[in-house]
């Protein structure tokens, strides 16, 4: 194990001295690499915050259900008590069909209202979900039509579904824009370890001849693709919040007009590492076609 561990180290530090022995193509490089990944970084990131903002502007989405017309208070308390015992549910209200009349009538329709003989509104349940899954919804909503006494369900869902779909639209495009631009990155290390090959060949060529192996050749090259890849990765993590300190005061001022108080956030911890190590994992890729493609010729 000690000796795997020393001819890693010793491979690291080679990879390390080749690219501080070339910093301007090693930082352009790490730029290429980092400004591809950091368009679907980016795009993964504002989709998160978009649907973080578009829930705080449009609030909650409810379920409302309506008893019969005929329901008495002991149906009503059955209904409670079904809601109370769903661990779906977030909170629920009940509205009595007195409230219900007082608050239309608060709303404007008090003439409407005052012809009435009698109150012709239900008693209703207004549920919050903890989830904002629009098939929990639909799932949660034919169950509550089944209950006896429930006249009529109304979904606040509309909304939700059409969020989740155009969330489900852009990630699908992040991740085509992240597999294209991935392919190209593999491509690019691809060409720097075949330009290494060639410039060391004929140090590849004595160290057979005194007998190196195959893997003790190839390691230092797959470390160097993988430390130009986490540079990129490092460049793409800086652009990224870049882009988040320039647009969080637009942002802002945008949720401002909505009502809403509203933060942009950058990538977390566990985002910014996986990152780091797609963009390693890249540059150990375009390393291991290269080596295999090239290395076996010299």
Same mark, same amino acid.
């Given at each position: 194990?000690?000796?795997?561990?020393?001819?890693?180290?010793?491979?690291?530090?080679?990879?390390?001295?080749?690219?501080?022995?070339?910093?301007?193509?090693?930082?352009?490089?790490?730029?290429?690499?980092?400004?591809?990944?950091?368009?679907?970084?980016?795009?993964?990131?504002?989709?998160?915050?978009?649907?973080?903002?578009?829930?705080?502007?449009?609030?909650?989405?409810?379920?409302?259900?309506?008893?019969?017309?005929?329901?008495?208070?002991?149906?009503?308390?059955?209904?409670?008590?079904?809601?109370?015992?769903?661990?779906? /549910?977030?909170?629920?209200?009940?509205?009595?069909?007195?409230?219900?009349?007082?608050? /239309?009538?608060?709303?404007?329709?008090?003439?409407?209202?005052?012809?009435?003989?009698?109150?012709?509104?239900?008693?209703?349940?207004?549920?919050?979900?903890?989830?904002?899954?629009?098939?929990?919804?639909?799932?949660?909503?034919?169950?509550?039509?089944?209950?006896?006494?429930?006249?009529?369900?109304?979904?606040?869902?509309?909304?939700?579904?059409?969020?989740?779909? @155009?969330? #489900?639209?852009?990630?699908?495009?992040?991740?085509?824009?992240?597999?294209?631009?991935?392919?190209?990155?593999?491509?690019?290390?691809?060409?720097?370890?075949? /330009?290494?090959?060639?410039?060391?060949?004929?140090?590849?060529?004595?160290?057979?001849?005194?007998?190196?192996?195959?893997?003790?050749?190839?390691?230092?090259?797959? =470390?160097?693709?993988?430390?130009?890849?986490?540079?990129?990765?490092?460049?793409?993590?800086?652009?990224? =919040?870049?882009?988040?300190?320039?647009?969080?005061?637009?942002?802002?001022?945008?949720?401002?007009?909505?009502?809403?108080?509203?933060?942009?956030?950058?990538?977390?911890?566990?985002?910014?590492?996986?990152?780091?190590?797609?963009?390693?994992?890249?540059?150990? @890729?375009? #390393?291991?076609?290269?080596?295999?493609?090239?290395?076996?010729?010299?």
């Amino acid at each position: 194990m000690s000796n795997w561990l020393y001819l890693h180290l010793r491979a690291i530090a080679q990879a390390s001295g080749r690219l501080a022995r070339q910093p301007l193509g090693t930082l352009l490089s790490a730029l290429v690499m980092g400004i591809a990944l950091s368009l679907p970084a980016g795009g993964y990131l504002l989709l998160d915050n978009v649907a973080s903002m578009a829930r705080g502007v449009s609030g909650t989405p409810e379920i409302s259900v309506f008893m019969d017309a005929a329901a008495a208070a002991e149906d009503a308390a059955a209904i409670e008590k079904r809601l109370r015992a769903d661990p779906q /549910l977030a909170s629920f209200r009940f509205v009595p069909r007195d409230e219900a009349l007082k608050q /239309l009538a608060a709303g404007g329709l008090g003439d409407v209202l005052g012809g009435l003989e009698s109150n012709p509104l239900p008693d209703a349940f207004v549920v919050t979900l903890r989830t904002g899954d629009p098939e929990v919804f639909d799932t949660l909503a034919a169950q509550m039509r089944a209950w006896p006494k429930v006249a009529h369900v109304q979904l606040d869902s509309g909304w939700v579904k059409r969020l989740h779909a @155009l969330l #489900a639209l852009g990630r699908s495009a992040v991740v085509m824009l992240a597999a294209l631009l991935g392919f190209a990155l593999v491509i690019v290390t691809f060409n720097t370890i075949r /330009l290494q090959i060639m410039t060391q060949r004929n140090e590849i060529e004595v160290s057979r001849l005194l007998g190196a192996t195959d893997p003790f050749i190839r390691r230092p090259f797959y =470390w160097f693709g993988s430390l130009q890849g986490m540079l990129g990765g490092l460049v793409a993590l800086g652009a990224v =919040w870049l882009g988040v300190m320039g647009l969080s005061a637009p942002v802002a001022a945008l949720a401002e007009t909505y009502g809403a108080v509203f933060a942009l956030s950058g990538p977390q911890w566990p985002e910014s590492v996986a990152i780091v190590l797609f963009a390693a994992f890249l540059g150990w @890729l375009g #390393a291991e076609i290269s080596v295999r493609r090239h290395l076996a010729g010299t």
